[in-house]
């Protein structure tokens, strides 16, 4: 997803949830914002965020996105979509068990010192 993509996702939302409140006079902002932030940080583990270069840890991302929601959701967005499309920076080459940072070989799926299920990730082909 492009940056500009992210901003009109993020900003539709926040219209979205102005547009209930002044129809119903029921502020479901929290629930948005607890809900999406939860389905980022369950999806960045899923798509390994902390492998890439992102500039934010896990801890600090789900505070930014919690906290300011509209900046750190957005980024989020943004940051998803290069690491589907490809694009986005690893941190190193070399692959690391999702639950307790144990190095892997690339074969192997299921970590031999946690014991953890690695997720399966394709990445998707570049469009021009």
């Known amino acids: 997803m492009k940056l500009w993509h992210a901003i009109l996702v993020t900003f539709?939302?926040?219209v979205g949830i102005n547009l209930e409140y002044l129809m119903t006079r029921h502020n479901v902002a929290w629930y948005v914002i607890i809900l999406t932030t939860l389905w980022a940080a369950i999806d960045s583990s899923?798509?390994?965020?902390?492998?890439?270069?992102?500039?934010v840890g896990p801890v600090?991302?789900?505070?930014?996105?919690?906290?300011?929601?509209?900046?750190?959701?957005?980024?989020?967005?943004?940051?998803?979509?290069?690491?589907?499309?490809?694009?986005a920076e690893l941190k190193t080459n070399d692959l690391r068990c999702v639950s307790c940072e144990e190095l892997i070989d690339s074969g192997?799926?299921?970590c031999p010192?946690?014991?953890w299920t690695q997720p399966v990730y394709e990445p998707v082909a570049k469009s021009k």
């Open 46 to 55: 899923r798509i390994q965020l902390k492998r890439y270069r992102s500039g």
């Open 108 to 110: 192997i799926r299921i």
């Open 113 to 115: 010192k946690c014991g």
């Open 12 to 14: 539709s939302l926040y």
């Open 60 to 87: 600090a991302f789900f505070l930014l996105c919690l906290l300011f929601w509209t900046v750190g959701f957005t980024w989020y967005l943004w940051m998803r979509g290069k690491i589907k499309a490809g694009t």
